[in-house]
């Protein structure tokens, strides 16, 4: 990040000294730093290697309005981060959103009003407690064109399902996601979903009833998955008044079927 400098000019004497600069109003990024110094004869140099510190700031159930590259850990007893526009990108860049450590629920990502053309991308998302239920780690409802691809997703909780897409959303992309429950009744998807791709995803459940995909709507592709479930009546993949198309799906416009104040 650039666009930033010296705030003072700092005087000190003797041999061995410090002195400390103050810098406000930075945005989040990463940034470098260096030193100039002057002596009583006028000779400058700057200090052998750069120095380097991060800005960054809390998501904990906060609405994002605008896209977001995450540059820390998250960790939040209750809801992770909220979706809060359309057309927003959140790429967590491998760092985990914590969520819910506190069991009184909440969500890793949220977008439960339905902004739609979302990005969840490069996100390692925990379920932080097995205390409490329903605790998904990402939930999309009535949310179009959007994309959820290559997150690292962990739910430990009862009925806390890896991703949740209801409302029957149309153009969604969920792809190279690695995907583990650890609970009963916790499919690792449970995807309402119209003119979708569904590929290259790699689930793992544990629990009774714990599906590995399970699938409600029409008009989709859905290949290359891998599934693997290790609790009784744990279908791999469970179709519920499903088709599946064999070529790609055509690109859709899907009006909104609900009203969202602002």
């Known amino acids: ?12 004497s003797g041999t061995t000294n410090s002195t400390s600069f103050e810098v406000t109003g ?28 991060t800005v960054s700031k ?18 939040c007893s209750g809801n992770g981060i909220l979706i809060g ?25 949220d977008n439960g009003d339905g902004y739609t053309n979302v990005t969840i991308k490069n996100c390692n998302i925990v379920e932080g407690t097995i205390t409490g239920s329903n605790k998904h780690s990402i939930y999309f ?13 962990t739910t430990i909780g009862p009925t806390s399902k ?7 959303c149309e153009n969604l992309t969920v792809v190279n996601n690695s995907i583990t429950t650890l609970a009963n009744t916790a499919p690792g998807m449970d995807l309402s979903i119209s003119y979708s791709n569904i590929s290259e995803n790699e689930v ?41 198309l064999p070529t790609p799906p055509p690109p859709r416009a899907c009006p909104s079927a609900r009203v969202r104040s602002a």
């Open 85 to 109: 526009a359309d057309d927003v990108t959140l790429d967590c860049a491998g760092y985990t959103i914590n969520y819910s450590y506190s069991g009184t629920g909440g969500y890793g990502v």
């Open 141 to 153: 409802d009535g949310s179009d064109n959007s994309t959820i691809e290559n997150n690292n997703i």
């Open 26 to 53: 930075l945005e989040e990024g990463n940034y470098e730093w260096n030193c100039l110094t002057t002596d009583d004869g006028g000779l400058t140099d700057f200090a052998d290697a750069n120095r380097t510190f």
């Open 58 to 75: 809390n998501y904990c159930n906060k609405p994002i309005q605008q896209s977001l590259d995450l540059y820390e850990n998250q960790t």
């Open 162 to 168: 890896g991703i949740l897409i209801t409302s029957f």
């Open 204 to 244: 793992h459940t544990a629990g009774t009833t714990s599906y590995g995909i399970s699938l409600g709507g029409s008009n989709s592709q859905v290949f290359n998955n891998t599934v693997f479930t290790t609790g009784s009546d744990g279908w791999g993949i469970r179709a519920a008044l499903f088709s599946v």
């Open 1 to 12: 990040t650039t666009g930033w400098g010296p705030a003072t000019t700092n005087s000190v």
